[in-house]
Structure formats: structure tokens, C-alpha cells
């Protein structure tokens, strides 16, 4: 009897297992076609409204070393007096962009634990007859050379080239731009050119009449069956910077054969503009090998900096400066070689720039005096027209598509000098681990 | 715990015989749409425990799914850009591209057209917008409605590489987003032309023989032409994966370059690959 029960129960479990599957297939209900297709059509319609709204966004949070606490530095900013290592969070971007058919609008912020501030604000009409020429009004990248505009989730290494943050601290500049770049329609598609008018001052309000030209030509292929990808491109800059003082400062030669700074003071000089005036050219290219992906990418720029006594960086405030012009021919480079590694998730990375403040001078010749027969006079020159050279070493695994991992090593060379604490290379190197998040 | 035991017994049964073990997500081409579509069919009659799903959407939007993870597969008419492998290098993910089978590309027009036969300079001129109407071609006096599919098409971009020598579509040509309302709406207007896999032609529309000697020999797009390569549109289809779901998707595509598959490419009216 016992038996006979425990096999019951036994064969009931199993029927109830196995009908299991039968009564959910009977619960599945059969909707009317068009019931479907209204319900479709609803839901088809609130996706494409919600379809133009996008959040993009990326975090990088880092630990860096540097050689010597307190040290300046282009690798994410100057070290605080007394610290040799530091974590912060380098980028916090949201980014929230509207997309309608011709029309985009683009904000984008940045949360760090130095505080909030906004990157972008602007908005992008494009033509809806060719779809080749678009306007784009607000705070921007300045369309100048290539790295500038390439997004710092994508770069390899951690900071853009000296000169870049140099000369284009912030990246971008309020103004308009006009673009031509024909859809990926047209036989076309490889050309860009920009062309746009900026206040000149970075992401501040204007404060003069004064408007910046920039102008950029690039060409993009593919070739070899797309394994190959190629661009070049050539910028100009033209633009001007307020004189706040009648004392323009510009390098002569000195009676000692060398070359510093010589004063002129007229009166005129105030309130006038010093030309700002930079010519870049920028070459990329990527092939895909058995080896991996391996990429080079390289940029060269020159011109005339007006500045002050003790930097060449360019003007970025919202007052009119109140102090001497300092105008300088300067040079700079980067060039960065990057290998993935036969298709794996490791890529190795090097980078090379340099930037020379002012090219009139180098070595032991960048002094604070010279002798002007019995007298010694000050040349006026200093640690702003010193050139340094970066090697960059790194190590970036993506671990997908958010996250990316990166060691790098910059190492950071000043050329030796003559003036006071720059006789020797200074102890700047700098090593940063850093982790990304992109969504 | 006798009981207890064969409980467990008789779940796990129960659910092995009632789960698939694995599922293959394949999305992309609207021309590899019906041959994937067959293709999965077939190998989930001898392989019960796979699930294999096939949507089209073009072979842009297949390769932007498998950049963002959403597809196993990503079928193709046309080749990865160089864009899209940088994309997948970011992402960290490293991909594999096989050919599966090959596609003639028939140039279409409305069964009530009386042409039947056009160089690749009257195609070019046709779809650039330089000849507007029929007569131009030898046809009779009606305009001429180009249909083409939409530039996220991998039809699209090979249409316009190899057949326009790269030159821009006339902007008067219509963009559909699918093959088969190309071939509706070319069936439903006299005066139109259009270019679909040769696959997808049916009798609601005429293929026509093209020419690529500037009018010397004219070749209609047939099984045996695209095979013997006298027909000169043929391209190569593909399947594109993420080297880490290989494990997955390797014994379905391997079985599709065998002979039972590759017999599957030419029952639907595609080109096998060549032994």
C-alpha cells in the first residue's frame, strides 16, 4: 500500500512537470491584428521622440606620481605644494544632446571634485537640400589641427600636447562656424572645411570687438579594401589680443649677439591688438594587419604668440588684461604611435611633442641678463620661453565598451637654461593610472 | 530524501527536454535576410537545442549591433569600413569576418517596360539623374522613377561603388528602406528601375541584362551566369562575429560552408561559394 502511494505521488509530480510547459502555452494570448498594430504604432511613436534625446557620458578617475611635490604640470594640472601623489576625478562629462532632423542642440557639463562646470552649449543647423553646409553657433571645439577635437574618451594618452593646452586652453571658444562636409552619400564625403569667427578668449563672455578667424581643410579615405584610413589636414589661425599697456614687448637682437626682448612703448600701443597668428598641418593614419590595428597620428603647428612676461598661454578670462605684451614665435609637435595587439583588448601606446615658446632662443641662451657693455641688463626672457619635450609611454586595455584602463608614463624634459632653478631638467615626470567609464 | 532526489531527477528531465541550451542572435542585411532566414531553419531541424532569430535592418545596422553588442552575427553585403573596426578596437572587441556565400545584384524595372537591356553607362546615367526619361535609353517616351535603397544598405554602397563608379545618386532617386518595397513599387509604376539581389526578383518584376563592354555583349543575371562570372554585379556576402561568442556561432556557420548549407544558398537563388 505504502508502494502503491509513493509511486502515485511520484507520477503525479511528473505530470505536473510535464503539463507545466502545456499550460503556459495555453495562457499565451492571441491579440487582434489591428490591435497590435495600434499598439505598435503608439509605442513606435513615443520611440521616436524619445530617439532624439541621447545622454553620452564618461568618467575618468585617476592616481598620478610625480617625481617632486609641488612640481607644475601638463598631465592634469599643477601638484599642490606639498603632495607627490594624488587621486582625482580628471573628467566627469554628461553630455545631452537633441537631435532633430536638421537641427541638434548639444550641452554638455563637467562634475569633478574641483566643482561643476559647462564644456559645451551650442546648437548645429544643417541644410536640408545638399545636407553639406551646417552652421554651428555657441561654445565649441576650435576647429584647429586634429587633436584638439578628438574626444578625450578616445585619446590614448592621458592629456592633450603641451602646446595644445598652451595655446587652446579649454578647447573651445565661443563663436560661429560654418562647415562643409558633405553627406557619406556623396562622392564628397572626404572633404571638411570649417570656418569660423570666435571671441578668442576661451569659455568666458567677450569683452572686446576683437573676433578670431579659424580656418581648417581636412581630408579623409579609406583604401585597401578598408583596412587602411588616411587624413590630412592644414588649419590657420588669425586673430588678436588686447593690449593692455602701452608696452609691446617683441625679440630683437641684443648687443651681445643673443636675442631677448626689447620694449616698444609708444602710446598707441594701448588698446590696440597684437596679431595671434598660427598655421597647423596634421597627418593620420590606420591600417588593420594580422599584427592588430597599428595607428599613427601627427601635428606640427607654428606662428606668433602674444602672451605675457612670465607665460605664453593664450588669454582666458572674460576682463581685458591689464598687463605687458609679450609677443613670441613659437613651434610645437606631437606624434603619437599606437599598436594594438593582434586584435586583443591591449594596445601600447608612445607619443612624442614638443613645444617651444620661442624658437629665437634655445639652450644656455634663454638668460635673464646680458651684458650691454659695462652694464647688465635684463633680457626679459624666462621660464615661458623654455621648451620642453615629452616622451609618453603607455599601457590601455578595454575591457569593453565602457570601460578602459590606462598606465601612463610622460616623461618630461625641459631644455637646460640660464636662468635661476632651470639649469637643469626639472623633476616633473609623471606616472598616471586611470580608470574610464563611457556610456 | 528517496523522494526528494527523484524530484530533482524528474525537473531537471523535464526542463532539458523543454529549454534550448543556447541561442544565436543574427541581424543585418536585407539581402542575406531570406538565405539567413532559411539557413537557421534548416540547421535548428537537426539541431534542437539551438534557437536562432533573423532580422534585417541593413547591413549598417547589423554591424552598429554587433559594435554595441546587441547581435551575435552580423550579416553583410558589403565590407566592415575601416570607421567601424576602430569602433570595435575601442570597444575591445575583436571580430571575425567570413563569406558565406555570393549575391548577384539584378537591375529591375517594371514588367511593362520594354527595355530589357542597358549598359553600365546608361544605369550610371539613370541613376545620376542624367537621363530622365525612357527614350533616352531606347525606351519609349516615359519618365524614368529610380528606386534605390537607403546609404545604411551595404547594397547601397556596393550599387554605388562598382555600377556608378562612385558617383552620387541623383537626388531625385527614391530611397526605400527594404528590398521588397523596392521590388512593390517597381511592380506598381511602369516607368520605374531599381537594383535588388538577384534573389529577391520575382514575376511581379523583369530583370535586365547588362552590359560592361559599352554595349558589345549583354549578360541577363542568371544562376549560371553569376557562377560562371560572365554576369559582372556579383558580390560576396558575409557574417561578421566577436571572436569571444566563436564557440557559439562556429558550428552553425560551419555547417553553412559545408555542401548541405552552400545547397541552401542555391535552392534560394544565390551563388554558392566556389569549392
Redesign the interface.
Known amino acids: 500500500m505504502k508502494k502503491k502511494r509513493n509511486f502515485l505521488n511520484l507520477f503525479l509530480t511528473g505530470m505536473v512537470l510535464l503539463s507545466f510547459k502545456a499550460v503556459t502555452a495555453q495562457e499565451t494570448m492571441y491579440l487582434p491584428v489591428d490591435s497590435l498594430g495600434n499598439i505598435t504604432s503608439l509605442i513606435q511613436s513615443d520611440v521616436d521622440k524619445l530617439k532624439k534625446l541621447k545622454f553620452t557620458g564618461y568618467f575618468q578617475g585617476q592616481f598620478q606620481y610625480i617625481d617632486l611635490a609641488g612640481m607644475k604640470s601638463f598631465e592634469g594640472g599643477n601638484f599642490p605644494a606639498a603632495s607627490d601623489k594624488r587621486f582625482s576625478v580628471r573628467r566627469g562629462r554628461l553630455k545631452v544632446q537633441y537631435d532633430n532632423v536638421f537641427s541638434q542642440y548639444v550641452v554638455q557639463i563637467d562634475v569633478t571634485e574641483k566643482g561643476v562646470s559647462f564644456k559645451d552649449a551650442y546648437a548645429l543647423f544643417t541644410d536640408n537640400w545638399s545636407h553639406s553646409i551646417a552652421i554651428k553657433t555657441g561654445v565649441f571645439d576650435r576647429p584647429f589641427g586634429h587633436e584638439i577635437s578628438y574626444s578625450s574618451h578616445l585619446r590614448e594618452s592621458p592629456e592633450r600636447a603641451r602646446w595644445e593646452q598652451t595655446l587652446f586652453p579649454g578647447e573651445r571658444d565661443l563663436g560661429s562656424m560654418i562647415t562643409f562636409n558633405p553627406p557619406k552619400t556623396s562622392r564628397f564625403n572626404w572633404i571638411k572645411v570649417n570656418a569660423g569667427l570666435f571671441c578668442g578668449n576661451g569659455i568666458n563672455p567677450e569683452f572686446d570687438s576683437q573676433k578670431d578667424f579659424i580656418g581648417q581643410i581636412s581630408l579623409s579615405k579609406s583604401a585597401w579594401e578598408e583596412r587602411i584610413k588616411w587624413g590630412i589636414g592644414a588649419s590657420y589661425y588669425e586673430g588678436g589680443v588686447y593690449q593692455g599697456t602701452k608696452y609691446l614687448y617683441s625679440l630683437k637682437p641684443l648687443s651681445d649677439g643673443s636675442e631677448g626682448f626689447k620694449v616698444d612703448s609708444a602710446d598707441a600701443n594701448k588698446d590696440r591688438q597684437a596679431l595671434r597668428q598660427y598655421y597647423g598641418a596634421d597627418a593620420q593614419f590606420s591600417i588593420d594587419l594580422p599584427s592588430g590595428m597599428t595607428t599613427l597620428r601627427a601635428e606640427y603647428i607654428f606662428g606668433s604668440q602674444p602672451a605675457g612676461a612670465s607665460s605664453s598661454s593664450s588669454i582666458s578670462s572674460g576682463t581685458a588684461p591689464t598687463t605687458d605684451t609679450y609677443i613670441r614665435p613659437f613651434d610645437g609637435f606631437n606624434a603619437y604611435f599606437i599598436q594594438n595587439i593582434a586584435h586583443t583588448k591591449h594596445d601600447i601606446v608612445v607619443k612624442y611633442d614638443w613645444y617651444d615658446p620661442n624658437t629665437k632662443v634655445e639652450g644656455l641662451a634663454v638668460k635673464s641678463t646680458y651684458k650691454d657693455g659695462e652694464n647688465t641688463k635684463s633680457t626679459k626672457l624666462s621660464a615661458a620661453d623654455m621648451k620642453y619635450t615629452t616622451w609618453g609611454f603607455g599601457y590601455v586595455y578595454h575591457m569593453d565598451e565602457h570601460v578602459k584602463l590606462t598606465a601612463y608614463y610622460a616623461l618630461v624634459k625641459n631644455e637646460s637654461t640660464t636662468l635661476k632653478g632651470y639649469e637643469k631638467d626639472l623633476k616633473d615626470n609623471v606616472l598616471t593610472l586611470r580608470v574610464q567609464y563611457k556610456f | 530524501m528517496k ?1 526528494f532526489l ?2 530533482v531527477a ?2 531537471s528531465i ?1 526542463f532539458a527536454f ?1 529549454l534550448p541550451l543556447a541561442t544565436i542572435k543574427i541581424k543585418g542585411s536585407d539581402t542575406l535576410l531570406p538565405l539567413a532566414q532559411k539557413w537557421a531553419e534548416n540547421y535548428m531541424k537537426n539541431n534542437t537545442n539551438i534557437s536562432i532569430t533573423v532580422t534585417g535592418g541593413g547591413s549598417g545596422v547589423g554591424i552598429a549591433a554587433l ?3 546587441t547581435t551575435d552575427i552580423a550579416t553583410a553585403s558589403r ?5 567601424e ?2 569602433k570595435l ?7 571575425k569576418e567570413v563569406i558565406v556565400a555570393n549575391d548577384a545584384l539584378s537591375v529591375i524595372v517594371n514588367p511593362g517596360n520594354k527595355v530589357s537591356q542597358l549598359t553600365r553607362e546608361q544605369i550610371e546615367g539613370i541613376f545620376t539623374g542624367k537621363f530622365t526619361n525612357w527614350n533616352q535609353v531606347g525606351g519609349e517616351d516615359m519618365k524614368i522613377v529610380a528606386y534605390s535603397r537607403e ?1 545604411s544598405s551595404g547594397t547601397f554602397e556596393f550599387f ?1 561603388d562598382h555600377v556608378l563608379n ?4 541623383a537626388s531625385s532617386c527614391l530611397m526605400m528602406p527594404a528590398t521588397g518595397s523596392i521590388i512593390q513599387s517597381i511592380s506598381q509604376t511602369k516607368g520605374a528601375i531599381g537594383y535588388v539581389g538577384m534573389a529577391y526578383v520575382n514575376d511581379k518584376v523583369k530583370d535586365i541584362s547588362v552590359s560592361y563592354d559599352k554595349g558589345k555583349t549583354y549578360v541577363l543575371p542568371t544562376m549560371q551566369n553569376a557562377t560562371n562570372k560572365t554576369y559582372p554585379i556579383v558580390r560576396p556576402l558575409y557574417f561578421y562575429y566577436l ?1 569571444k561568442v566563436e564557440k557559439n556561432v562556429k558550428p552553425f556557420i560551419d555547417w553553412i560552408l559545408t555542401a548541405s548549407g552552400q545547397k541552401v544558398v542555391a535552392d534560394i537563388g544565390y551563388i554558392p561559394l566556389q569549392k
Not at chain 2, 166 to 169: I, L, S, V
Open positions: 523522494k527523484i524530484l524528474l525537473t523535464t523543454t559594435i554595441d553588442g565590407k566592415i569600413k575601416m570607421d573596426r576602430l578596437q575601442e570597444a575591445g572587441k575583436a571580430f546609404s554605388k562612385k558617383k552620387n545618386f571572436s
